[in-house]
């Protein structure tokens, strides 16, 4: 099915653990993001990338790396988790970076709580 | 910076009540504007867009929403929520000609009574 998939659903993590959290799109999108979504908080954008090989920061980009060998994959790397990062991660992408009224496809999230 | 505001952070609606949602945005310049909807444990889902031509947009699920530029206003309404409607809806900008980053506003939860 196309569409952006997220990889784990679920993760638990012990503070200080690495992990990856992966998201790949079959749509041949140019952009992708990451964001967390809190409560009270809306979504907020840690990471994005405009191609291959394009990353910049987002809103809340401290603890988190990312990198875009692919069009297809954009992976976010938890470098020691900490409880803070518990939340839901979400994976957008869209056709254009300028937007035009493309809007953008969300993945299905990955909900990561840090004891 | 840009700011998405949406002013009701929790609504409570009978079934059959009309509903308005509000949403304004900061930037003078020329924006993409979006309504997405979240329903319990899923991902965001496009409710509806407005790039371009007739300001008044029409969506999926009985949706439309009015881009009032005067205002940067771009309100969300349903003349008949059903119980089915419960969910977080997300209004979200995209400024042109500028960083072209979207930004979303923090959500409405709506809670339809059956």
């Known amino acids: 099915n196309a569409g952006v998939t997220q990889t784990p659903k679920f993760q638990v993590l012990k503070t200080g653990q690495s992990m990856t959290l992966q998201c790949a799109q079959d749509?041949?999108?140019?952009?992708m993001s990451w964001y967390r979504q809190d409560p009270g908080m809306g979504l907020r954008l840690i990471h994005y990338s405009v191609g291959a090989g394009i990353t910049d920061q987002g809103e809340v980009p401290n603890g988190y790396n990312v990198s875009r060998s692919t069009t297809e994959d954009f992976p976010l790397r938890l470098l020691s988790a900490a409880p803070s990062q518990t939340s839901v991660y979400f994976c957008?992408?869209?056709?254009?970076?300028?937007?035009?009224?493309?809007?953008?496809?969300f993945g299905s999230g990955t909900r990561l709580t840090v004891v | 910076a840009q700011s998405v505001s949406q002013h009701n952070h929790h609504v409570i609606l009978s079934e059959a009540a009309s509903l308005e949602l509000g949403c304004n945005y900061s930037?003078?310049?020329?924006?993409?504007l979006f309504w997405y909807v979240q329903y319990p444990g899923q991902h965001l889902q496009l409710l509806l867009k407005y790039f371009s031509g007739d300001p008044l947009v029409k969506g999926i699920k009985g949706f439309e929403a009015e881009f009032i530029k005067s205002k940067f206003s771009f309100n969300l309404r349903k003349p008949s929520v059903q119980w089915s409607d419960t969910a977080e809806y997300f209004c979200?900008?995209?400024?042109?000609?500028?960083?072209?980053?979207?930004?979303f506003g923090k959500g409405t939860r709506l809670h339809i009574l059956p």
């Open positions: 979200a900008v995209i400024a042109m000609n500028r960083d072209d980053k979207i930004i």
């Open positions: 749509m041949n999108h140019e952009y």
């Open positions: 957008a992408s869209s056709y254009a970076f300028r937007g035009s009224g493309y809007g953008y496809t």
């Open positions: 930037y003078g310049g020329t924006v993409n």
